[in-house]
């Protein structure tokens, strides 16, 4: 899962820091000649981007390169500690670095930028460009796509083809290439939605069809429906722990009901803290309370509503990857779909890219890496392993008789209208009151409209500490 922490350490002097040792000279152009290292070495995280459908690929990456490929995973806290650390001090020791959207405003000065590599044909002598058009376009521009000298930037045309050169000429340019994408998604217990027995009780208490929701009414309705004590059986669940799993259930619903979801826009407006934000913060306050979500919902996260779903405690819940019911659910099957919506769809999504580190001394090499790690042959590949796509055309080319294939229908529908984070340096720290508001809104400790202000208040000292 895309996520962001707050983690001990990563505060202004470090962000300043990269900003220093990022202003760098422009890197001379690509040389395709340039000689190939006997191994590239890349770090890269765990689980959150799937590292074992990456791993998967090391012997053919050694086969069609002629390349070691050397994988250094570390966890999502340790791996965020070490990617900021090794920018700061200028080190060249990796060629190839994963980095989580949060990060990428912090670092984008350190990464190398992509446009002379793409439109390099020695450099990309099977595809044209790395076929970067292949891209969801809203994956791609959230997750690569930059103003170095101004991050708070957004390509204007999100829902365009992604074109380099098109990209290059709005004052932009590319990043890296996107690997792993999470949006969130609504899993259900799709047993009992088709169960006549419960379809007769629904239609008996409310005087209509019971169908997976669609709107956020829908989905309170079924919630309470399913919530059934004598089958010890809540209706969902929701994560209102503090964390960034909160602000991801807040950012949906913001989103959802015609808010911007990205809290922060690129002029530094809060747009949390609005008539749409206390509509969305006090329905997730009014779920959290109603007893129909599990006891202890207000300090869970995503791996607690992932339990809480595949143990049976659950009929629905949203989360971002695909689930597995435990057996001892017996009959128990799972569907998608999109999280509900009110005026609008915008589920939170996030993607990890693979990035250059602008000190390697292999950069072309780690270019032609990352090509090739990032393209549909490879990706289609690793869903055999779950990996999630950003590619258009593995999402097309998945088949129905795959196990996985109502998730990836879901998901690769849900990428293409998520709505990504605010572009800011200190994203871990807004996320992190954002998320205590959310929470306190949730235990009932604070009204939405309180808890939000509040919010307010502190992420605009927070704005000015780190230099907007």
């Known amino acids: 899962?895309?996520?962001?922490?707050?983690?001990?350490?990563?505060?202004?002097?470090?962000?300043?820091?990269?900003?220093?040792?990022?202003?760098?000279?422009?890197?001379?152009?690509?040389?395709?000649?340039?000689?190939?290292?006997?191994?590239?070495?890349?770090?890269?995280?765990?689980?959150?981007?799937?590292?074992?459908?990456?791993?998967?690929?090391?012997?053919?990456?050694?086969?069609?390169?002629?390349?070691?490929?050397?994988?250094?995973?570390?966890?999502?806290?340790?791996?965020?500690?070490?990617?900021?650390?090794?920018?700061?001090?200028?080190?060249?020791?990796?060629?190839?670095?994963?980095?989580?959207?949060?990060?990428?405003?912090?670092?984008?000065?350190n990464l190398e930028p992509l446009t002379p590599y793409l439109q390099n044909k020695d450099l990309n002598p099977a595809v044209a460009d790395s076929n970067v058009g292949d891209f969801i376009p809203k994956v791609f521009y959230d997750t690569a796509v930059y103003n170095a000298e101004s991050p708070l930037k957004r390509y204007p045309e999100e829902t365009a083809k992604p074109d380099p050169s098109a990209i290059k000429s709005a004052g932009f340019d590319i990043y890296g290439l996107p690997i792993q994408s999470n949006v969130a998604v609504m899993g259900y217990r799709s047993d009992l939605f088709n169960d006549p027995q419960q379809q007769a009780n629904f239609k008996a208490k409310y005087g209509k069809d019971?169908?997976?929701?669609?709107?956020?009414?829908?989905?309170?309705?079924?919630?309470?429906?399913?919530?059934?004590?004598?089958?010890?059986?809540?209706?969902?669940?929701?994560?209102?722990?503090?964390?960034?799993?909160?602000?991801?259930?807040?950012?949906?619903?913001?989103?959802?009901?015609?808010?911007?979801?990205?809290?922060?826009?690129?002029?530094l407006k809060l747009a949390f803290n609005t008539p749409e934000g206390v509509e969305a913060l006090s329905y997730y306050a009014k779920l959290a309370q109603s007893g129909h979500v599990p006891p202890g919902s207000t300090s869970?996260?995503?791996?607690?509503?992932?339990?809480?779903?595949?143990?049976?405690?659950?009929?629905?819940?949203?989360?971002?990857?695909?689930?597995?019911?435990?057996?001892?659910?017996?009959?128990?099957?799972?569907?998608?779909?999109?999280?509900?919506?009110?005026?609008?769809?915008?589920?939170?999504?996030?993607?990890?890219?693979?990035?250059?580190?602008?000190?390697?001394?292999?950069?072309?090499?780690?270019?032609?890496?990352?090509?090739?790690?990032?393209?549909?042959?490879?990706?289609?590949?690793?869903?055999?392993?779950?990996?999630?796509?950003?590619?258009?055309?593995?999402f097309a080319s998945i088949k129905s008789d795959n196990p996985m294939a109502p998730f990836y229908e879901t998901l690769g529908k849900s990428l293409e209208v998520g709505v990504g984070r605010a572009r800011l340096s200190n994203y871990t720290e807004v996320s992190h009151e954002v998320a205590v508001a959310v929470n306190n809104a949730a235990t009932g400790s604070s009204s939405p409209q309180d808890a939000l202000k509040t919010a307010a208040d502190k992420v605009s000292t927070l704005l000015k500490s780190a230099g907007y």
């Not at 962001?4 to 040389?31: I, K, M, Q, Y």
């Not at 099957?333 to 996030?350: C, L, N, Q």
């Not at 090499?365 to 042959?377: D, F, H, V």
């Open 1 to 109: 899962m895309s996520k962001s922490r707050l983690v001990a350490g990563l505060g202004v002097a470090v962000t300043a820091a990269l900003f220093a040792t990022g202003c760098t000279a422009e890197s001379p152009s690509p040389n395709a000649s340039a000689a190939k290292p006997a191994e590239l070495r890349m770090l890269y995280t765990t689980d959150e981007a799937n590292s074992a459908a990456v791993a998967s690929l090391v012997p053919q990456f050694k086969e069609k390169l002629g390349i070691d490929l050397k994988i250094d995973n570390q966890p999502y806290d340790a791996l965020q500690q070490k990617v900021f650390s090794e920018f700061a001090s200028s080190s060249s020791y990796y060629d190839i670095v994963v980095v989580d959207t949060p990060w990428a405003p912090a670092l984008v000065q």
């Open 210 to 267: 019971l169908k997976v929701p669609t709107t956020w009414e829908e989905y309170a309705q079924a919630a309470e429906f399913f919530t059934q004590p004598d089958k010890n059986l809540y209706g969902t669940t929701v994560m209102a722990g503090v964390g960034d799993w909160a602000t991801d259930d807040f950012k949906t619903l913001l989103a959802s009901f015609g808010g911007d979801g990205t809290l922060v826009d690129q002029d």
């Open 300 to 394: 869970a996260d995503w791996g607690t509503t992932a339990e809480s779903f595949d143990s049976g405690l659950t009929a629905m819940t949203i989360n971002y990857h695909d689930l597995k019911l435990a057996d001892n659910v017996k009959g128990g099957t799972i569907g998608y779909a999109p999280v509900p919506t009110a005026e609008a769809a915008g589920p939170h999504f996030g993607t990890w890219m693979l990035s250059v580190n602008k000190n390697s001394k292999n950069k072309e090499w780690a270019y032609q890496a990352i090509s090739w790690l990032t393209a549909a042959e490879q990706q289609t590949a690793m869903t055999a392993k779950a990996l999630h796509p950003s590619r258009a055309s593995v």
